[in-house]
């Protein structure tokens, strides 16, 4: 069984940078995509950014600019490296992956537990 595990969420000040990390763990044959999502109280989970397997990056226009997705494939690991950080980026930030695991071998869409971002005025 594959698992999605984040790190790197907390609170800090707008304008401030945030770096936020996920690891994939298990029998793992393969990692296609994987991204972002975030989920503010009240509001639907959203795309923040994604790369394929291919290192083709895809932001969401609210973060265009400000953020930066990347990919250790030897690690099995997405970052996600957040600057000029603002109020309303505050959300539970989840990562995703769609994965091949070693048994049975059919690609499957994971997600972590989420890891919560503040940012304070």
């Known amino acids: 069984q594959v698992q999605l595990v984040e790190s790197g969420g907390g609170l800090v000040q707008a304008g401030g940078s945030l770096s936020l990390s996920c690891v994939a763990s298990?029998?793992?044959?393969?990692?296609?995509?994987m991204g972002w999502y975030r989920q503010a109280p009240g509001k639907q989970r959203e795309l923040v950014a994604s790369?394929?397997?291919?290192?083709?990056?895809n932001y969401a226009d609210s973060v265009k600019g400000r953020s930066t997705i990347s990919r250790d494939n030897a690690k099995n690991t997405v970052y996600l490296q957040m600057n000029r950080l603002k109020v309303e980026d505050t959300a539970v930030y989840y990562c995703?992956?769609?994965?091949?695991?070693?048994?049975?071998?059919?690609?499957?869409?994971?997600w972590g537990q989420g890891t919560q971002v503040t940012v304070s005025s």
């Open positions: 995703t992956a769609v994965a091949i695991p070693m048994n049975p071998m059919v690609p499957q869409e994971i």
């Open positions: 790369i394929t397997g291919g290192d083709v990056t």
């Open positions: 298990g029998e793992i044959y393969s990692i296609n995509s």
